[in-house]
């Protein structure tokens, strides 16, 4: 199937999550609403990453699985020809001779009655392709998120590699400090070192830093198919309702629990109906299958009680097939037993699955509430130290501040900055989880611009 049709596809299925999600977007912030440029990483990856590239042709696999399936309702033809060249030695003859011969055979069957099983075959390749783009579907869900993990954790990475290269100033500005007083003789040249020292240290952390994240940055890129990237300098704010938000996120809970699970219970009923299939194909192996046939063949025989005296026949013929498997040592039984075993396991499994899903959701709604009162103090602690950096600007200017306090103060605001990003990108990403797990990923909504 073509990657347009199956986009499609995924998007009809996905369309009442879609909606639910839309709705909750006003009080639901997502990591593409606050990272500049993320939506559009996001739409790019989905067609040009290497991991859904390969998905992609797991779902024409399922496809060609589905059409195969179908195959056994349709009838089938199928034909033999011989053309002989043959030496004959007849007993009424006294020399023998050599005869051209040709026969055929031509049929066409069409299963009629097959205790449904033909049909079954047609479900489970449909169950096939449902399971693949099932998977699918959660492959671009984890995919997502682990690009919007990325692409935030590079936004706090450009602003560590930024705190380095202040330290690493710093220190060259004490370094060079240290060397003038040794120059004027004021300390000797072995109470510089501890200087000089940590100078050099700062330089190797800041190449070290500057390294790590344009490694990072070319991993993400070949993640999400990407030929350049520029990361953005921020991660927007915004007011943030906590308790709003936490009845917004309980009311989704309940939805999703109400809809019967996530995309793991649908892939495990989907198994569970497979068996069901599977089970019912055994029961019925060994009973007699009955189709139509008709045809045309050509063969050779006598009429006469002299069997030498052949002639050439050609027939039409039209009637009912049946094939009756009378005895399989077992197999099928055995088989259907395994079916039914199989089946019982998965809807144990399944039910296992939606007690955890449950906890898992309850526990990730308690989670984003502590992610969000821990976000609101990062908010107040960056404000703080704005304000701190403000006032030691102000007594520097008035001669009441030395340049060390105003190092240490633009210090301790870029922390709090990277700390408040942290925050921001946490709460972020256990929003999009959330929805993501209970209301369908958003970045499905922009896959309809593909071109």
Not at 6 to 35: G, H, K, M, W, Y
Not at 118 to 129: F, P, Q
Not at 311 to 323: E, K, P, Q
Request: glycine content about 6%.
């Amino acid at each position: 199937m073509p990657a347009r049709q199956t986009i499609t596809l995924i998007l009809a299925c996905l369309s009442p999550l879609l909606a639910f999600a839309r709705d909750d977007a006003p009080s639901v912030r997502l990591p593409e609403d606050a990272a500049p440029g993320l939506s559009a990483v996001l739409k790019t990856a989905l067609a040009q990453s290497p991991r859904l590239v390969s998905r992609n042709l797991d779902l024409e696999a399922a496809e060609h699985a589905r059409q195969q399936g179908r195959a056994g309702l349709r009838p089938t033809v199928s034909g033999a020809y011989r053309l002989l060249q043959a030496r004959d030695d007849r007993a009424d003859l006294s020399n023998a001779i050599s005869v051209t011969r040709s026969y055929y055979d031509l049929q066409i069957n069409q299963p009629v009655f097959h205790w449904g099983e033909r049909r079954n075959n047609a479900r489970l390749g449909e169950i096939t392709k449902l399971i693949a783009e099932q998977s699918y579907r959660e492959a671009y869900r984890q995919l997502a998120q682990e690009i919007r993990q990325r692409y935030l954790g590079l936004i706090v990475q450009r602003h560590e590699v930024e705190r380095q290269r202040r330290l690493r100033e710093r220190a060259a500005r004490q370094a060079k400090l240290a060397q003038e007083r040794v120059a004027g003789g004021a300390i000797t040249a072995q109470q510089a070192e501890p200087a000089l020292l940590e100078a050099e240290q700062a330089a190797i952390a800041l190449e070290r830093a500057e390294f790590e994240f344009e490694s990072t940055r070319t991993t993400f890129m070949r993640l999400a198919g990407l030929d350049q990237l520029d990361v953005p300098s921020d991660i927007a704010g915004w007011p943030l309702a906590a308790d709003e938000a936490g009845r917004r996120f309980q009311g989704m809970q309940a939805e999703a629990a109400a809809q019967g699970g996530d995309a793991t219970s649908s892939l495990f009923r989907l198994q569970i109906e497979a068996e069901e299939l599977n089970w019912k194909n055994q029961r019925v192996r060994v009973r007699p299958k009955f189709s139509l046939l008709a045809g045309a063949n050509q063969d050779l025989l006598s009429y006469t009680v002299n069997v030498a005296q052949r002639y050439r026949v050609s027939s039409l013929y039209a009637g009912i097939g049946v094939h009756w498997l009378l005895f399989d040592g077992f197999e099928s039984r055995s088989a259907a037993r395994a079916a039914l075993a199989r089946r019982r396991q998965l809807e144990y499994n399944l039910a296992r699955h939606q007690d955890e899903w449950r906890e898992r959701l309850a526990a990730q709604v308690r989670f984003l509430g502590f992610s969000a009162r821990d976000l609101q103090i990062a908010e107040r602690r960056h404000a703080l130290a704005e304000a701190r950096l403000a006032t030691r600007r102000t007594d520097r200017a008035a001669g009441r501040a030395a340049d060390a306090d105003i190092d240490e103060a633009e210090l301790a605001t870029l922390d709090s900055k990277i700390a408040l990003l942290r925050s921001r990108a946490d709460y972020l990403l256990r929003s999009a989880d959330f929805v993501g797990a209970t209301a369908g990923d958003p970045a499905f909504a922009g896959l309809s611009d593909k071109p």
